[in-house]
């Protein structure tokens, strides 16, 4: 059959892929002919999100079905496509700690605090979240945060109403956070900072040296241990 097209002169019309249907989409004004291009756009999630976010009258719901399979472009999604379904594409999204933190900071009508969980999953992004998206819940954040002795410093030091005990129990579990919370935190409680500092002699001399308030007898003893 094919070769009697040719003989013809009939010029056979290469089989469309997702690329080839949302790229004939962008000229296309026959409804018909958009909704086919659609359908085969849709097989390939990146090109669902482009036919949706550029194609006038495309189904964005049916194309969002078909996009939104990653957290990428789950993302993307509520973020450029007008009409998408933001609580569908905040679902996805927030299977991952980082791109729940981004679509809190970027997407209008995100539910910070449903963001903010999975967010606070990763102890980074804990932190991040506190500092950047208004609405978060620091003490929710804090928690998170004070896993790891090198977030609750940093979180005592840059986050307003920061619990100062909290964070500087957790920075102790550390010589070096020891040393730097008491460097740099006005509110540190010095002593029990040199107490955990103390437990290694680099920083226990460091402590010594460049904290106010060190108790040089306490040094020696510290050092014991």
């Known amino acids: 059959m094919g070769w009697q097209n040719l003989m013809l002169g009939k010029k056979l019309m290469p089989k469309l892929n997702p690329q080839t249907a949302y790229e004939r989409a ?70 991952n700690s980082c791109y729940a933190y981004i679509f809190a900071r970027n997407i209008k009508n995100a539910n910070i605090e449903k963001c903010q969980e999975a967010a606070c999953k990763d102890c980074w992004y804990a932190y991040c979240f506190a500092k950047h998206i208004n609405g978060a819940n620091i003490e929710k954040c804090q928690e998170a945060v004070c896993e790891q002795p090198q977030y609750a410093y940093w979180f005592a030091k840059d986050i307003k109403n920061a ?42 001399k460091l402590f010594i040296k460049n904290i106010k308030g060190a108790d040089k007898k306490k040094y020696i003893i510290y050092s014991l241990f």
């Open 26 to 95: 962008l000229t296309c004004v026959n409804k018909l002919d958009l909704e086919k291009y659609q359908k085969i756009a849709c097989n390939n999630s990146y090109y669902a999100y482009l036919f949706a976010k550029n194609i006038n009258n495309a189904n964005v719901e049916s194309c969002q079905d078909a996009s939104c399979k990653t957290v990428e472009l789950a993302y993307v999604f509520a973020r450029d496509v007008k009409n998408a379904n933001i609580e569908k594409c905040e679902q996805i999204v927030c299977d």
């Open 163 to 204: 619990d100062i005990e909290k964070c500087q129990e957790a920075a102790c579990k550390s010589c070096m956070y020891a040393y730097l919370f008491a460097l740099n935190l006005k509110k540190a409680n010095i002593e029990k900072c040199q107490k955990h500092a103390s437990k290694d002699p680099f920083y226990a």
